[in-house]
């Protein structure tokens, strides 16, 4: 019998050989020793909160259901935060999925350049240079840009009445168009709502008109519970009139 064939043999004898009861035994123990680890891993640390946070969250009421603009001036006052923070709406609906497209009316966004034509803006795209994302003009002005309707036409920036590009009221078409434009849609597996509604330093009364605009969008017969806060701030719920 070779060398190799004998090793074998022997492996096989120890396996054989070796007590059914001392593998339970073994596996058992090491089961035992590793038990505690897995759940020291589980637990979790209490959240603690802040001595300020704690005293922002008593100057509110969590069974009280405030007025729109109450609410709003609540979660103002509570925010923590030394940055300009968000103000967010959480709510809870009847629907799943996409509810539908929502302009804020006072909620800019900085995705978007808008330029109003001028000399420099002409002399850039007299050199195919095109640093913008809209592009407004004046009745006086729009005869300048006639020579490069081909090359703003097929990208849709040539300016026209219809979306208000084409307009003696340019300031007033800036701060319409650059309102946040944006889908309201809830997660996944729930008809959960989470979405952006305005900043802190904003006047309260422009942001109680983003809430009310999502609440339009909505439909308030739709709406189990909302909730607003500060980024850094404690919850404050808003009163739905049905």
Same mark, same amino acid.
């Given at each position: ?38 759940? =020291? @891993?589980?637990? $979790?640390?209490?959240? &603690? ?5 704690? #005293?922002?969250? %008593?100057?509110?009421? !969590? +069974? ?43 909620? =800019? @966004?900085?995705? $978007?350049?808008?330029? &109003? ?5 002409? #002399?850039?795209? %007299?050199?195919?240079? !095109? +640093? ?51 889908? &309201? ?58």
């Amino acid at each position: 019998m070779s060398k190799t064939s004998q090793e074998n043999k022997k492996k096989k004898l120890v396996v054989e050989e070796t007590p059914v009861e001392t593998i339970e035994t073994t596996e058992s123990q090491e089961a035992t020793n590793e038990t505690p680890v897995v759940e =020291e @891993t589980v637990k $979790k640390a209490a959240k &603690v909160r802040s001595k300020k946070y704690q #005293a922002a969250k %008593k100057k509110v009421d !969590i +069974n009280k259901y405030y007025p729109l603009i109450e609410a709003v001036k609540l979660v103002k006052e509570t925010s923590l935060s030394k940055f300009d923070g968000k103000v967010e709406a959480h709510l809870i609906g009847t629907d799943l999925g996409n509810i539908g497209e929502i302009t804020f009316p006072h909620l =800019e @966004t900085a995705s $978007k350049k808008i330029v &109003v034509l001028n000399d420099t803006v002409l #002399a850039e795209i %007299k050199d195919g240079k !095109i +640093n913008f994302d809209i592009l407004i003009a004046t009745p006086i002005t729009m005869p300048k840009l006639l020579p490069f309707a081909k090359l703003l036409g097929p990208k849709g920036l040539m300016p026209n009445p219809k979306n208000g590009t084409l307009t003696d009221k340019p300031e007033e078409s800036i701060k319409r168009l650059s309102a946040a434009k944006t889908m &309201v849609k809830t997660e996944k597996k729930a008809p959960v709502v989470h979405i952006i509604v305005g900043k802190t330093s904003q006047p309260e009364t422009e942001i109680a008109a983003n809430v009310e605009e999502l609440i339009k969008v909505v439909k308030s017969n739709k709406i189990k519970k909302l909730c607003l806060c500060a980024t850094m701030g404690p919850s404050v719920k808003v009163e739905i009139v049905k």
